[in-house]
């Protein structure tokens, strides 16, 4: 089976992801690691010299790689993966596998990517807790249109990430 969490970015679909593939005894993929590999680059480095564009394109193909492999695996996608081109609905024409949107509010999300803004191109303009927090919420309202059409929603607010990861088990 493959499994793949989707969320906002910081909800924690690569710490989250990562546990629950070790506990599955699955094979692990981060999607944004993945790309970061194969082009030798920073995802900042990317969107630097490429453009958004170029990631996402990038995104799409890797994503197509993972469709393909039939192995039993965990998948932490990037924030943006479900919510670009016919991604999602690839994912959901994926046959044994199952998505599970990891549902963060919006002041987890400001607090979390305040602390980790400069690894994220999209919103490490946004200088202020003020103007990040405006940012997430017009952007959340958009994406969450996507997150929310996963098979499984899973809180994640005050929750430790071994937590999640059981009742993602259990929901499964
Ligand atoms: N359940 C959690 N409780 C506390 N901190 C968390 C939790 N999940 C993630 N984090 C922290 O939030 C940040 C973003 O997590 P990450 O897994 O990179 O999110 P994503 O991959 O969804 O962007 C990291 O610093 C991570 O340690
Ligand atoms: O939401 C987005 O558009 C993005 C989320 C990031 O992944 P995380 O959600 O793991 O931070 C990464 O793919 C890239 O910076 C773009
Ligand atoms: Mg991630």
Do not use: W
């Not at 549902?103 to 003020?130: C, G, M, N, W, Y």
């Not at 809180?155 to 499964?172: A, C, G, M, S």
């Amino acid at each position: 089976m493959k499994i793949f969490l989707t969320g906002y970015m910081g909800s924690g679909k690569s710490v989250v992801g990562e546990k629950l593939a070790k506990n599955l005894n699955y094979k692990y993929v981060d999607l944004d690691d993945q790309i970061e590999v194969i082009q030798g680059k920073s995802i900042n480095d990317i969107f630097e010299d490429r453009g958004e564009l170029y990631f996402r394109k990038l995104e799409s193909q890797i994503l197509d790689d993972i469709l393909e492999n039939n192995s039993d695996m965990v998948i932490s996608l990037g924030g943006g993966t479900p919510c670009y081109g016919d991604n999602f609905d690839r994912i959901c024409a994926q046959k044994d596998a199952k998505s599970i949107y990891l549902k963060a509010s919006i002041p987890t999300l400001t607090e979390r990517l305040f602390q980790e803004k400069v690894h994220r191109p999209v919103i490490s303009h946004l200088d202020s807790r003020e103007t990040l927090e405006e940012f997430i919420r017009k952007h959340l309202f958009e994406r969450a249109y996507y997150y929310s059409q996963s098979d499984i929603t899973v809180n994640v607010d005050e929750k430790e990430p071994e937590f999640i990861v059981d009742q993602i088990i259990e929901k499964l």
